[in-house]
């Protein structure tokens, strides 16, 4: 009797340590941006979810109305047109250009910087600046950055990411045979917003999701319906926003 009571309570003891949530662990990386801005400082806090996989990102500020402002951070490999895996001529991945239009569209187009073939992305030719500029982050990381001059006192903070390869059974990898760029893309980018208002007492702020970009990045469109995307929507488990 004492056997099985004793018994009875390891097989318990078990299952609820099996079942328990442990805290995220992981280390967060810290990356610091446009370090001789003048304006508000800003602070963006972002944990991976369970379908991270070395996506890109672009963070970036607009006033009210959907202006583009200026971008606070951009993977490198999009805002200098050069991937560290895009040149094999030699027999051997190098680094070298390649143009990802699909990417994240939403973030070119809102910049309104079309290049000679096109594009609104930038080039080797005519690059996003090194203060912006940043290696991919494997995992979860905190942006520290500034606004270059002053911002207007409600402005709001976007975040693209796309993460390449990431087919479901709606975005398939023959849905648009004839289609390049949507190749590389899968699941369109989706696009991540917080309204900052300085003048009120709030200084934390959750982003939440507002749409996807198009999926090959033939326009600048923002798409509010999600229920097609799966996987895309658990690269992001949150993203917070601190201001000061």
Known sequence: MLFSSILILIITAYRCSGTKKTADTSPVETITTNIDGKGISIQVEFL????????????????????????????????????EHGEKS???????????????????????????????IPTPENPMPDAVTGPTPSGNFTLRSKSSEATPSVFKLLFEINQSWDWNEYWT??????????????QPAIVYEALIDINSAQRAYVMVPVGHSHFSGQDGSLNPDLSTLTTAQQIVKSIRVIVD
Request: zero cysteines; glycine letters at 12%; aromatic letters at 14%.
């Open 48 to 83: 991976k979810g369970e379908s991270h996989n070395h996506p890109l990102m672009a963070i970036w500020l607009e006033d009210e109305d959907g202006r583009y402002i200026e971008t606070l951070y951009i993977a490198k490999s999009i805002g200098k047109g050069i991937f």
């Open 173 to 186: 990898n023959t849905r648009f045979p004839d289609d390049v760029n949507y190749k590389t893309s899968s």
């Open 90 to 120: 030699s027999g051997q991945w190098q680094a070298g250009p390649i143009r990802r239009p699909a990417a994240l569209p939403y973030w070119g187009h809102q910049r309104g910087i079309m290049a000679e073939d096109g594009y609104y």
